[in-house]
């Protein structure tokens, strides 16, 4: 049976998880009882366990691990579960060992293919031994199959409490991606074969913008939706990091239990894709896999980001935390803690190290409960939606690879969105992010747009490409009335052409309530200001929530410099905020390392919220 999300632990509680790397034992039930005390001890909600060989990162262990997936395996996660249960700990699982999805268990069929052929990419880094094939994410039976396969091994971690299962970001071999089973249905969909045009789906825009969306809303289907009810069948709610697939991260995100973003290998903006789903689709909880690599990946070459492992600032981590809940986060996920029995010295390169003996241990009970503060309160009602604005899905699909100078590990393609942003001029009206699934459900309903339970002032879009089905309801609601800012005129993308496109741009170019002038249409923007901080917005009965990052978090890029969130003086913005029938001005005042918390009532004085917490000081890189 399908758990109620408000029966899961990390919806009663907003305190931080921490993700549990489980790399090398020997594992033993007093020493998961111990770390589990300590968690609780410091403030943390819950655990993710997740399952890696240690030998990823270069330093050879004795192998005393039990076998994936065995009797001894099972038992163990029962005993972690069943005592986290006892200290009132959230435990949840990784899907899998490694990433992404695959094993001994994934028969030849359900292997991973390509354009060409199978997949030379193989699941590395697992408790299995040897490489192993990695799952088709394109076929829903072969995904089923994998959860039958896996699922009963878990049961024992399954029971009591609800528990999420957790899918990790997909780092799927995308380039050539397909399943021999969408051949017919590409020509069906697009009107000619893709195998006799494999070059030209390689490198041709239009026909290559045809190949990954078959791709996407294939990923969609078979992987997302298909993942998300098969954690429902086994008694669990799906925790995902939709990103890596060639798909509309939005409809993924809305079509899982809880949406995951990532920081700092994604920019914090990018939690505004999952943030925005979980408000178009009703979903409470927007999490985050923080920390990771906030200074730079550590590995051959990269003797700037060693340099700082393990002497994390936590007044950075906080700069870093601030910008990811301005941007719609409410809950964290620390990456993270390695097992470590009595003695034990594991570590995991990529991650903020966490444990007793983290360089910020003693600092950690006060920021946690710092997090879990904020995380509550940014849970309050609804999120507030002013401005709809299309997200560009079409214009990075039609988009290759991300410049040399612009990728940071791991990314490879501009659909990956890892850098996408609202753009500037909308930034002041709290701005939602939007595409054609949800436009084709949108109504118009008192003269605004409502998807769902929102209601947006206006839709905003300014791309260069831009599907027929999405330019066929744009037009719809301007027919009914609504507001369209339309900066440009956009272009089909694909090889088929839809007789009516220029019909629509023309009928658009006509009507009164369309412009690319947002001020002209009468939408009043929430925040006005210069220089205003990043900031995310709920709204309450007759109240709105708006939290505003320390001016600082503006500058949070991949990798932040090591000493970055250091302070010295009192920063003031000067801003209006426009909420019920009046504008406000309201000084925002930051106090070194302080974000700033604002209650604003329909009528009456906007009041500030006491956050209650200052790390220490933060000190600059002293250089080499």
């Known amino acids: 049976m399908a758990p109620d999300i408000t029966e899961y632990p990390a919806y009663q509680s907003s305190r931080p998880y921490a993700r549990w790397w489980w790399l090398a034992g020997p594992f033993q039930a007093d020493d998961i009882a111990s770390q589990l005390d300590w968690l609780s001890e410091n403030g943390f909600g819950g655990v993710e366990i997740a399952w890696v060989d240690p030998v990823w990162y270069g330093r050879p262990v004795a192998d005393t691990r039990p ?20 200290l009132g700990l959230g435990c949840d699982f990784t899907f899998g060992s490694s990433w992404p999805f695959g094993g001994s268990v994934v028969r030849p069929a359900d292997a991973a293919q390509t354009l060409t052929g ?42 009591g409490t609800p528990s999420a299962l957790f899918c990790d970001s997909l780092e799927l071999d995308a380039a050539e991606i397909w399943t021999p089973s969408l051949s017919d249905a590409f020509e069906a969909r697009y009107g000619y074969r893709l195998d006799d045009h494999l070059d030209l789906a390689r490198t041709h825009p239009h026909m290559r ?52 973003s990532e920081g700092l290998l994604f920019e914090p903006t990018f939690s505004r894709i999952p943030a925005s789903a979980a408000a178009l689709a009703g979903k409470p909880l927007v999490s985050a896999e923080a920390f990771t690599c906030i200074y ?29 809940i301005a941007n719609g986060v409410n809950q964290l996920v620390w990456h993270g803690m390695p097992f ?56 990075m699909l039609m988009r290759d690879r991300i410049p040399d100078e612009q990728r940071t590990p791991g990314a490879v393609f501009e659909w990956e969105m890892r850098r996408v942003a609202p753009p500037a001029e909308t930034e002041g009206h709290h701005p939602t992010w939007v595409s054609e699934p949800f436009l084709r459900q949108a109504q118009i309903v008192d003269g605004q747009i ?83 901080p990043p900031y995310w917005a709920k709204q309450g009965t007759g109240e709105l929530l708006i939290f505003f990052a320390h001016p600082f978090a503006r500058d949070v890029h991949y990798p932040m410099r090591f000493g970055q969130s250091h302070c010295t003086e009192r920063l003031t913005r000067e801003v209006v905020i426009r909420y019920g029938s009046s504008a406000r001005p309201v000084t925002l005042t930051f106090e070194p390392y302080q974000s700033v918390l604002l209650r604003v009532p329909l009528v009456g004085e906007v009041s500030t919220l006491d956050l209650e917490y200052t790390p220490e000081p933060a000190f600059p890189d002293p250089g080499p």
């Not at 799952?135 to 995904?143: E, G, P, W």
């Not at 710092?370 to 299309?390: D, H, I, K, W």
């Not at 089909?492 to 002038?517: C, F, I, K, T």
């Open 118 to 159: 199978p997949s030379g990419q193989r699941l590395t880094r697992s408790w299995e031994p040897g490489p192993q094939p990695v799952l088709d994410h394109l076929s829903s039976s072969a995904v089923q199959r994998y959860a039958n396969a896996i699922g009963p091994s878990f049961a024992l971690g399954l029971d």
């Open 67 to 86: 076998e994936w997936l065995s009797a001894e395996w099972s038992s163990l996660i029962g005993f972690a579960k069943g005592y986290a249960d006892q």
């Open 450 to 532: 409502s998807i769902g339970d929102v209601r947006f002032a206006g839709l905003y879009a300014d791309v260069e490409w831009m599907d027929a089905g999405a330019l066929e309801h744009v037009a719809r609601l301007a027919r009914g009335g609504a507001k369209i800012v339309l900066k440009r005129a956009p272009s089909s993308p694909g090889m088929r052409r839809n007789p009516q496109y220029a019909h629509w741009l023309a009928e658009l170019s006509r009507l009164p309530n369309v412009s690319p002038d947002l001020s002209a249409l009468g939408i009043q923007p929430l925040v006005e200001g210069q220089d205003v």
């Open 209 to 260: 913008y045809d190949y990954r969306r078959m791709v996407g809303s294939t990923m969609l289907d078979a992987f997302f939706e298909t993942f998300a009810q098969a954690c429902r069948d086994l008694g669990a709610i799906s925790r995902v990091q939709c990103h890596g697939a060639p798909t509309d991260l939005l409809a993924a995100y809305a079509a899982v239990d809880v949406p995951e």
């Open 340 to 395: 470590n029995g009595h003695g034990g010295s594991n570590e995991f390169y990529a991650s903020v190290h966490v444990g007793p003996d983290s360089v910020f241990s003693r600092q950690l009970p006060a920021f946690n409960e710092y997090l879990e503060s904020v995380c509550g309160m940014m849970r309050r009602g609804q999120p507030y939606t002013n401005l709809a604005v299309y997200l560009p899905n079409e214009d």
């Open 296 to 324: 730079g990946t550590i590995g051959p070459g990269q003797l700037q980001a060693a340099k700082y492992w393990r002497r994390e600032q936590l007044a950075d981590l906080k700069l870093l935390a601030d910008a990811l």
